[in-house]
């Protein structure tokens, strides 16, 4: 009788652990959203190329280490502390159309583009101390009034038709 008492109680033992194993309770999957991540994974710049600064002269972004030492109308002038090789393909990856013309220590694009639509002249030259000295010059065409007949274009002149000054103050 022992024996098959011992049987009995394994055989409970056995069927109670399998029973509370294959009793989980199943729970019911709830879908998590997708949240996109807030901040996004820095930016992987390749070995020599330059970031970008916060000044920008006729639409195009300069490199961080850029100044700008004066600005005009129409010009603008700057030195950067960057190595000549480096900015020079920092721009050329910043502009659009037009031609280079690279020598040793300078380089000149005329009639590119940057983000403007304007005409520019960007002329890169090596100075002293290993700095580049950055001249950008807007040498876009202005278009001429359009003037309905010749008596318009005259007094837009500021002359009569007879070739008479109209106000002479203002040529003052």
Aim: with cysteine; net charge positive; glycine share 6%.
């Amino acid at each position: 009788m022992g024996g098959g008492r011992r049987l009995s109680l394994r055989v409970v033992f056995v069927i109670a652990l399998a029973f509370a194993l294959g009793c989980k309770k199943e729970r019911a999957e709830t879908p998590t959203p997708v949240v996109a991540p807030q901040n996004k994974p820095p930016t992987h710049l390749a070995p020599d190329e330059l970031l970008e600064g916060t000044d920008s002269a006729f639409g195009l972004v300069l490199p961080r280490g850029a100044r700008i030492k004066h600005r005009f109308v129409d010009q603008v002038l700057i030195e950067a502390s960057l190595p000549f090789d480096k900015l020079l393909a920092y721009v050329q990856a910043h502009v659009s159309a037009g031609t280079l013309s690279k020598g040793e220590r300078k380089a000149t694009f005329d009639h590119v583009r940057a983000k403007e639509s304007r005409d520019l002249r960007i002329t890169l030259e090596a100075a002293a101390f290993g700095t580049v000295r950055l001249e950008i010059r807007d040498t876009t065409q202005q278009l001429a009034p359009i003037l309905p007949d010749e008596d318009a274009r005259w007094r837009a002149a500021g002359m009569t038709r007879d070739g008479k000054i109209l106000n002479r103050k203002q040529l003052e």
